[in-house]
């Protein structure tokens, strides 16, 4: 385990505990996987689009900054109303991928559509996170790439201006985003195309939902009535105004702050549908002792400072299984997560980080293949160390909140996709 050295400079952090319950009304930043997708789909549309409230971060600006180099009009500078007006995608260009699993499985489909040459490269690490099913997906419908290193980036995308497009085969029990990344793309290929997954089950199904949602928003004629099969007709995609939501998933350790204080935190500017996995959310906190309602002020959960163990399939969701080992670990009865060995492939091995960072604070914690076992101890301080994962950084902070001295050797990597956290946290806490 361990990542390759990061080039950001390192930022120790303190989580501060919580001496009284935590009481908040937030307004967060919105989606990742929202503000992704609608720079995408306004990349390729016919005219202009606008993204209101986008998320400010690492990943998202650095999905702006690669479809820019590509050709497209991307203006990012008012925070509150993002710009997108398509323009030919050409080459050369080079797209910076970070750690960004949107970036580095979302773009490489829109490259195969420029004319000319588009090479991608990232974070050392992000070498490592699966890529091979999506690069036989590409070539078999008629893309050609260069894989320059030994694994699957560095590469080069050798586009001609046109995807062929068809039926193609893909395993993507390895992550969502495989399957999310060719059916964004699709309206623009010649025949459009139908993706069928075969393999262990893909997780994340609420991303993919996601995705078919907002295509069919851009004007895309999408069947994905099969199980395991999505097919999207080719046609062009219509410029429009996106709303993008807040990050259900950044708020999370917001929420189980809630829940470990017994106090209340309420997320404003929460919408009454919502593309993202609200009910499941809503489902976990509560059999873990929180009360989740929906108001006019926004999504609040309440807390009684008793916070109760939980065996859960994740794969859904498996993001939260960072914040969710977190409470796990200060429950009144043991824990079992499972269907989450794909997060191994996250910006870390998840898995493997969250055993050995919590059994340095004195955990009972065993992984499995495919999740973890927690049976809750008493936690003392230490160093926790977050491998450039933002939501290490989450877990951390959740657990500092009663454990005094949790020491972050880097609370920095929360930049992927909130910057604000030290600092809305602190304030949270502190009630500063
Ligand atoms: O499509 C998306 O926006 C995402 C899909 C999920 O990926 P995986 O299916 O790889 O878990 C999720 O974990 C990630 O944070 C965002
Ligand atoms: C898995 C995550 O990110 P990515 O989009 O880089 O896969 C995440 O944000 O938890």
Request: proline share 8%; net charge negative; aromatic share 4%.
């Given at each position: 385990?361990?990542?390759?050295t ?8 303190t989580a ?11 307004r967060?930043?919105?989606?990742k ?13 016919a005219?202009p ?35 997108v007006r398509?323009?030919?995608?050409v080459?050369?260009?080079?797209v910076?991928?970070?750690l960004a699993?949107t ?29 091979g099913p ?6 078999s ?9 030994s ?18 085969v ?7 985003q495989?399957?999310?990344g ?12 139908v993706v ?6 893909v997780p ?10 907002m ?5 895309a004629?999408v ?15 219509t410029g429009?105004a996106?709303?993008i ?6 708020a ?26 609200v009910?499941?959310?809503r489902s ?6 929180g ?9 609040t ?10 065996t ?12 969710l ?7 009144d ?31 009972d ?48 990597c ?15 806490v502190?009630?500063?």
């Open positions: 385990m361990g990542n390759l990061a080039t950001r400079p390192s930022q120790p952090w501060p505990t919580a001496s009284d319950p935590v009481t908040a009304t937030l967060l930043p919105g989606s996987s929202m503000t992704a997708r609608a720079l995408v789909l306004s990349a390729l549309a005219g689009s606008t993204l209101a409230r986008p998320l400010r971060a690492r990943d998202t600006e650095l999905m702006a900054a690669g479809l820019r180099g590509m050709g497209a009009h991307v203006s990012i500078s008012d925070d509150e109303r993002w710009l398509p323009h030919p995608l080459g050369p260009a080079h910076d991928v970070g699993g970036v580095m499985r979302f773009v490489p489909p829109v490259a195969g559509l420029a004319d000319g040459q588009v090479t991608f490269d990232g974070d050392p690490y992000v070498r490592t996170r699966p890529l999506l690069i036989a997906a590409l070539r419908l008629g893309v050609r790439i260069d894989v320059t290193g694994g699957s980036l560095p590469l080069t995308v050798l586009g001609t201006g046109r995807i062929t497009g068809g039926e193609v893909i395993d993507a029990s390895a992550s969502s495989l399957v999310s060719l059916l964004l793309a699709a309206p623009r290929f010649d025949r459009g195309v069928r997954h075969v393999g262990p089950p994340s199904a609420p991303h993919l939902r996601m995705t078919v949602q295509l069919r928003a851009a004007g004629a069947d994905d009535s099969t199980p395991d099969v999505w097919a999207v007709e080719p046609g062009p995609l429009r996106w709303e939501e807040p990050d259900l998933s950044g999370v350790p917001f929420f189980a702050a809630a829940l470990v204080t017994g106090g209340e935190v309420t997320l404003q500017g929460w919408p009454h549908s919502s593309a993202q996995p009910e499941q959310l976990l906190l509560q059999r873990m002792g009360e989740v309602t929906l108001s006019t002020d926004g999504l959960v309440r807390g009684t400072g008793v916070v109760h163990g939980l859960a399939d994740l794969s859904d969701v498996g993001e939260l299984t960072l914040v080992t977190a409470l796990a670990m200060l429950a009865s043991p824990s079992v997560f499972t269907g989450v060995g794909h997060i191994r492939g996250h910006e870390t091995d998840r898995l493997a980080a969250l055993a050995r960072e919590f059994s340095g604070l004195g955990a914690i065993t992984e499995t293949p495919d999740g973890l076992e927690i049976r809750p101890r008493p936690l003392r301080g230490g160093t926790f160390r977050t491998y450039q994962d933002h939501r290490m950084a989450h877990a951390a902070a959740v657990t500092g909140l009663a454990v005094p001295g949790i020491e972050l050797d880097d609370v920095g929360t930049s992927k996709t909130m910057p604000e956290f030290p600092a809305l946290w602190s304030a949270m502190t009630g500063k």
